[in-house]
């Protein structure tokens, strides 16, 4: 089932930039769908975002996505973001696209990053606030806001030194330095790189595999749980009727 949380939105300049929420048994797919600006994130498509997410709530595993195969984020939309000038329209801006990307990095459930096409600038923070990121073979992705002689504003540069380490942090995001995804995958920026002739078919997957309810419990473990609750929850999955069903599978096959 497919929804588009444009509807009823506010246009701008006549457009509706859109933001479609997936719900496939279990999976949310959030699709930024404005191919024709390369994906980039306006103040309407924050709000849309928001609404996305509010939807995609009770969903055991999220994916995040770009329409087309030219960008999967391009960054914020220079043409509608222009019109803030100062320094109180400008904090606020970030203020409200941070709070998007750490809603997405609290999620419950996994959280994938389909890098369908480029990430550049936030759309870089768009994708490391997700906890695995793949991406098509011939994508690329950089922490370029220096050459708008700007920052990452949106949670990603302090996610980025989770994941690549502080030095090599300071390097990408200082000097602006954009990556092919092969060696976005040997730092760890990416975790998966897949041919772009499979890559949807793949990314989907995996997505459909991160929505089990074993792997949710292993993110939350993960993250940090006392010993007692780890154990509970490995408790309640091997009494579970989806345990021995699978267990019954094997040691049949095993005869």
């Known amino acids: 089932m497919v929804f588009s949380s444009c509807e009823n939105a506010n246009t701008v300049n006549g457009e509706c930039p859109m933001v479609d929420l997936e719900l496939d048994d279990g999976l949310a797919v959030i ?30 595993a999220l994916a995040l996505t770009g329409a087309g195969d030219k960008a999967f984020v391009s960054g ?4 509608e973001l222009s019109a803030l000038r100062t320094e109180e329209q400008a904090a606020a801006m970030a203020f409200r696209m941070r709070s998007i990307c750490d809603r997405i ?9 389909a890098l369908n096409g480029h990430a550049l600038g936030g759309g870089a923070e768009f994708a490391v606030s997700a906890d695995i990121r793949v991406a098509a073979d ?20 302090e996610r980025l030194v989770k994941l690549v380490g502080y030095s090599r942090a300071l390097l990408l995001a200082g000097t602006g330095r954009i990556l092919d995804a092969a060696d976005a995958e040997r730092i760890g920026l990416i975790d998966q790189v ?4 499979s890559f949807d078919e793949q990314w989907r997957l995996i997505a459909r595999s991160l929505a089990s309810a074993p792997a949710g419990e292993v993110k939350r473990v993960m993250r940090g749980v006392p010993t007692t609750e ?6 309640r999955l091997w009494a579970s009727d989806e345990h021995w069903a699978a267990a019954d599978k094997v040691m049949k096959k095993g005869k």
């Not at 914020?76 to 043409?79: E, F, Q, T, V």
């Not at 990095?105 to 990053?113: D, K, N, Q």
């Not at 780890?230 to 408790?235: C, D, G, L, R, S």
């Open 31 to 60: 699709t930024i769908d404005r191919p024709h600006a390369r994906n980039a994130i306006s103040l309407e498509t924050m709000e849309q975002l928001d609404k996305a997410l509010d939807g995609a709530e009770g969903a055991a």
């Open 230 to 235: 780890a154990v509970a929850a490995f408790a």
């Open 194 to 197: 897949i041919p772009r002739a």
């Open 138 to 157: 011939d994508i690329k992705i950089g922490f370029n806001q220096v050459a708008l002689a700007i920052m990452p504003a949106w949670g990603g540069a």
């Open 76 to 79: 914020g939309d220079l043409k």
């Open 105 to 113: 990095a609290g999620f419950p459930g996994p959280v994938l990053a």
